[in-house]
């Protein structure tokens, strides 16, 4: 399974933006699916996670009511929308998914992580 994610950029606090990642894999709906971040001299946390129908969806409480995690199985993509950016969410993004047919919360936790994309930088100026 290959991820390369895309759609970062500098924003101005109070922007959006709109990540995407790309899967290479031919079962992508099997897939549970996650986006975890990492600043500077922090730990890479989790950000959101979705099934794989995208009917379930988890979020960090640092991004609920902000962040919108979706996917298009037909695509081969997973995107996460994200509204009212604040300096604080800068970071490099990554894509992620667990082994095939993990329930969600296996895409909600690094451990739980088989596969990661190389990341995109977000940075939010204030």
């Known amino acids: 399974v290959q991820l390369v994610e895309s759609g970062g950029g500098l924003v101005q606090a109070g922007g959006s933006l709109r990540l995407s990642c790309a899967a290479s894999?031919?079962?992508?709906?099997?897939?549970?699916m996650g986006w975890f971040r990492q600043a500077p001299g922090k730990e890479r946390e989790f950000v959101a996670a979705?099934?794989?129908?995208?009917?379930?969806?988890w979020y960090a409480d640092s991004v609920r009511g902000r962040f919108t995690i979706s996917r298009d199985n037909a695509k081969n993509t997973l995107y996460l929308q994200m509204n009212s950016l604040k300096p604080e969410d800068t970071a490099v993004y990554y894509c992620?998914?667990?082994?095939?047919?993990?329930?969600?919360?296996?895409?909600?936790?690094?451990?739980?992580?088989?596969?990661w994309g190389q990341g995109t930088q977000v940075t939010v100026s204030s």
């Open positions: 992620a998914a667990p082994q095939q047919r993990q329930a969600i919360v296996a895409a909600t936790t690094t451990d739980g992580i088989r596969y």
């Open positions: 894999v031919r079962t992508f709906s099997d897939f549970a």
């Open positions: 979705i099934s794989w129908s995208g009917g379930s969806t």
